[in-house]
C-alpha cells in the first residue's frame, strides 16, 4: 500500500449495510443526507435489489455530501468501521413472534459469520426484529467484535414527539427514556422525564396544561403502539428507524460519546435489553441505569423475563 493509499484509507469514514430493504435502504439515504460517513456499500442476498438501491441513493449524493454509495458482495465490506444488520424477514399478518426469530435467528446465522470475516473490528448495530434476542444472537456469533441494537432509541423519540406535542414545545427540549424491550413489554420512565429541564408534571401546570393519568395512558399507549399503527396504514415503518440508525451510527463513527438506549447484553438481568448507554468509537463506552420508582423496577425485570424467555428459544446461555 502507498503512502497516498494509507492516508486516504485513514481519511475514509466506511459503513456496510447488510439488507438493502426498505430499513437497510432508508437508513444509507438517511446517512447519505445527513453526510454521517465518507462511503457506504449495500450488501444484500438480492444484488440487483442492493445495486439498484446503491444507485438510487447515489443519485442523490452530489445535491447533499457527495458521499461515495456503491453495493457489491460480503467482501466489499472490507475497512467498514460500522456495519448495519437490516436483513431478515417481516413480520407477516398474524405471525407470532416466535416465528419472526426463528426466521431471522436462521438467517443471521447465515450472515453474521461473513460479516465477521470480511469487516474485522467493526461495530455491529443490529436493526433486524426481534431486535434484542439477535443482538444476543449476534454476540454469541461475533464474539470479538462490539454489538449494539437499535433497541428503543425510536421508541425513546415517539415518546419525546409526543410529550412535546401536548406540551406545545419543540421536541428537543423533551428528555424521556423508553427501557427494557423493543416491544410490547417496553417500559417508560415516567420518572425521569422532562420538559424544559422539569419533570412533565411541573411543566404542563407551570403552562396550564392538563396532565392527567388518562392522557399519560393516551402516550403511553401511542409509543408502544405506533409501529403497529403505521404499518397498518402503510404495511411497513422505515422513516423513523432509518433516522434513528443513522444517528446511532455517527455517535459511533464521530466518538460522540452520546446517551442513547441502544439494547446491548445486561449482565444483571442476563440478556440484552434498552437502558441509558454512552455510545462512542468502540461501541458502547458504559451503561447508566436511571432512578426508577419501585413499579418501574418491577416492570423493568418483567420485560426482561420476557427476553429472556426468547433468549432461551435461541438455545443461549448466559
Known sequence: MSEIDAVLELATVKVGVVGAGLVGATAAYAMTLRDSCSEI?????????ARAEAQDIAHAAPI??????SSGDYAALKGSRLVLIAAGANQKPGEGRTELL???AEIFRQVI?????HAPGAVLLIATNPVDALTDLAVHLAPEHAVMGSGTVLDSARLRWLIAQHAGVDATNVHG??????GDSE???WSSATVAGLPVAEFMAARGLPWTPEIRAGIEAGTRDAAASII??????YYGIGAALARIAERVLGDRRAVLTVSAPTPEYGVSLSIPRIVAAGGIEASVMPKLTEDEKAALERSAAVLRAAKAKLGLTG
Open 113 to 117: 459469520p461473513q460479516v465477521a470475516q
Open 41 to 49: 456499500v449495500l450488501v444484500d442476498q438480492d444484488e440487483s435489489r
Open 102 to 104: 426463528e426466521k431471522n
Open 177 to 182: 427514556y423508553v427501557l427494557g424491550e423493543h
Open 187 to 189: 417500559v417508560i420512565a
Open 232 to 237: 397498518g396504514g402503510k404495511r411497513a415503518t
Open 64 to 69: 447533499s455530501h457527495g458521499v461515495r454509495v
